[in-house]
């Protein structure tokens, strides 16, 4: 990816990407991954379009009816679980939620899916289509 994007910055870029990996199938925010790193919110968007180019990373949009909204959050997921396993701590829930992401990924049902959280609920997967809704919410017990 360094040559490919000519990134100058190595080390803050392998710090970002650290950072994203260690919050798979959680979600983050753009503004605060910029701030913490000391970089512009463009600069973020485009490391994390070049992870997602080079298929090491898929992230979701927060569902709202708001385009400002739907900028902001992210839920990411890693396409390589060994990536997972080696640079972020095991949850079984949040791993099997990955999982289930990088299938529909693989299936090509991801496109145009959201994410959507309330106050005391979340859904996973959230595709609001033509003539009605179709979500899903996966339980690990």
């Known amino acids: 990816m ?51 180019e080079s298929y090491l990373v898929y992230p ?28 972020a701590q095991f949850s079984y829930g949040v791993l099997m939620e990955n999982v289930v992401a990088i299938h529909l990924l693989r299936k090509n049902q991801l496109e145009g899916v959201y994410y959507l959280r309330g106050e005391d609920y979340e859904v996973d997967f959230f595709d609001e289509k033509e003539g009605g809704v179709n979500s899903s919410i996966f339980c690990f017990v």
Not at 4 to 21: G, Q, T
Not at 65 to 87: E, M, T, W
């Open 2 to 52: 360094v040559g490919r994007y000519k990134l100058r910055d190595v080390i803050k870029f392998k710090e970002f990407a650290n950072s994203i990996v260690k919050y798979y199938s959680s979600e983050i925010s753009i503004r605060k991954i910029s701030y913490s790193l000391g970089f512009s919110t463009a600069t973020v968007e485009e490391w994390l379009s070049y992870l997602q």
């Open 60 to 87: 979701i949009k927060r569902y709202s009816r708001s385009p400002k909204q739907i900028n902001g959050q992210r839920k990411i997921y890693v396409v390589d679980p060994g990536i997972v396993n080696y640079l």
